[in-house]
């Protein structure tokens, strides 16, 4: 295989949601190892990264935003019973037959919010 030509790319988390993804390209000379070109072509990335982004860089080297392990979060799940709760107190509280008539599908699937929504509805007739 003749290999000419190589690129490098890394995306570099900046923020939450923010990431930089700095690009270089290279033409090997005739008998240059490409694996070295490479490596190169990563040490002048991960330079530009830090000269352009100094805030992320306070000890040095080591960037204070890393692409490691998203820690896990404990989410509060709703049971089925409080969520149905919550439509029907959402529906006994509906002041328009518009917005009401949006929890139809809803309740067409569960009878007690079915028997909430219909009292609901005859309220407004």
Do not use: W
Not at 77 to 92: M, P, V, W, Y
Request: glycine letters at 4%; charged letters at 25%; a negative charge.
């Amino acid at each position: 295989m003749k290999v000419e030509k190589i690129s490098y790319q890394e995306l570099y988390p900046t923020g939450v949601y923010a990431n930089q993804r700095p690009g270089l390209e290279a033409s090997i000379e005739p008998g240059e190892d490409p694996v070295k070109a490479l490596m190169e072509l990563k040490e002048l990335s991960d330079r530009f990264h830090r000269q352009s982004n100094p805030h992320l860089y306070p000890n040095g080297n080591e960037a204070i935003i890393t692409a490691g392990p998203i820690p896990e979060q404990q989410v509060q799940k709703d049971s089925r019973e409080s969520a149905t709760q919550r439509i029907i107190d959402q529906i006994t509280q509906c002041s328009d037959e518009t917005v009401l008539k949006s929890f139809q599908l809803i309740a067409k699937n569960n009878p007690e919010i079915q028997e909430v929504y219909d009292k609901k509805l005859k309220s407004f007739q």
